[in-house]
């Protein structure tokens, strides 16, 4: 059975990632929260396309460089087909926004379908990136009150939070 939470987050899901190849930058909802997903629920809803100058690319070749040739090829594409490859300020862990974006940026992306709402993270490893915000955002509370999960990312928010330990009171 899926809960309302889930149900919630797989409507602002789908609305966020267009399912089609629009090109408005228009959001068609507007979420309060950050759109937290997967990685594979990024590859299979937006669709990355191969980096034609470099096949070798990292990510199965749909990675583009930030300079030369890649990174003009990026600049003429429709803005919401890009997708920016961040780091955070430690540089401890990536994740990939919708967008570009020249801060803490390790390589762009194009997809075959348009992001419709720039407020989305696609989570490359769930248990470093949740970690992460659970440090720096008050705990398993704080992800939830900062983060709309999608239906895949609250499993994997889910299995985390059984393996955080939960300080022993004296």
């Not at 409507?11 to 507007?30: E, H, K, M, R, Y």
């Not at 583009?64 to 003429?76: A, H, K, N």
């Amino acid at each position: 059975m899926i809960s309302q939470t889930a149900t919630a987050s797989s409507t602002v899901a789908s609305q966020a990632l267009s399912s089609g190849n629009s090109t408005s930058t228009t959001p068609a909802i507007a979420p309060s929260k950050t759109l937290l997903i997967t990685h594979g629920e990024w590859v299979a809803q937006c669709k990355p396309i191969i980096n034609p100058l470099d096949r070798r690319a990292s990510f199965d070749g749909t990675m583009y460089e930030t300079y030369g040739d890649q990174v003009e090829l990026v600049q003429r594409t429709v803005p919401s087909q890009i997708w920016t490859l961040k780091t955070t300020e430690d540089g401890d862990t990536e994740y990939i926004s919708a967008g570009w974006s020249t801060v803490n940026r390790i390589g762009y992306f194009i997809t075959e379908n348009s992001w419709v709402d720039r407020d989305i993270e696609v989570v490359i490893d769930a248990d470093e990136h949740l970690y992460e915000l659970k440090k720096y955002s008050g705990g398993v509370r704080g992800i939830e009150k900062a983060f709309t999960l999608s239906p895949m990312m609250r499993q994997a928010f889910e299995a985390c939070k059984l393996r955080w330990s939960k300080p022993k009171r004296n």
